[in-house]
């Protein structure tokens, strides 16, 4: 998929529902489940389909090391890459040799890649229905030109802090929403560093 955008529609998580009384948590008490959850993943891979707002998918593979490594590897035949290398994300596009670059911080995958962050403090649970998930949406309202982000977690006891990240949807600065959607994920093995270096494309200069 030539030169594929970050701006895709968002895939309905039910997000808008309230739950029965009876069902319900203290919302900051479920922050501090999604703080700790956040906490006790040091490394993770997943499988991630991202769904544009035609219904065309793509798959890949999600890498996560923390703090603030992540790496988005396409499919074959998509010529996207995204790498997170702790300080900055990077998207590379190899169809057209273009970088683009943005602080981790300015981005709304931010609340997912510093651990050192409070939720509490520009995080809000959102009701959605069913006991089973948590959905938490994420942003700064000092800075929302950083976009906002909605981190969808299924409460597993066997995940760490019992929540496994489903998916998020990420609203960004210029309002290209992404939806990710996560499978078969695996905690706690070994990942080199090497993971989240990438190939310039770029012409170089003399």
Not at 74 to 102: E, H, N
Not at 142 to 161: M, N
Not at 168 to 193: C, E, F, K
Request: aromatic share 6%; hydrophobic share 40%.
């Amino acid at each position: 998929m030539k030169r594929m955008a970050l701006a895709l529609a968002a895939v309905p998580l039910a997000l808008s529902a309230t739950l029965p009384a009876s069902a319900q948590q203290q919302p900051a008490s479920e922050l501090a489940k999604v703080n700790a959850y956040i906490r006790a993943v040091t490394t993770m891979t997943a499988d991630f389909t991202q769904t544009d707002r035609n219904g065309r998918s793509v798959t890949g593979q999600l890498t996560l090391k923390q703090p603030g490594k992540i790496r988005f590897q396409y499919q074959k035949g998509v010529s996207l890459l995204i790498v997170g290398d702790g300080k900055a994300l990077t998207m590379i596009d190899y169809d057209v040799r273009q970088v683009q670059r943005w602080p981790i911080g300015s981005s709304p995958l931010g609340a997912l890649l510093d651990p050192s962050k409070d939720l509490s403090r520009f995080g809000k649970v959102i009701q959605t229905g069913d006991a089973s998930i948590l959905s938490v949406e994420a942003r700064d309202p000092k800075r929302p030109e950083f976009g906002t982000i909605t981190l969808v977690f299924k409460r597993k006891a066997a995940a760490p802090a019992g929540l496994e990240l489903y998916g998020w949807v990420a609203l960004d600065s210029q309002n290209n929403r992404t939806t990710i959607r996560l499978s078969n994920h695996r905690y706690g093995m070994p990942i080199a560093d090497s993971v989240f270096r990438w190939t310039d494309p770029r012409p170089r200069t003399r």
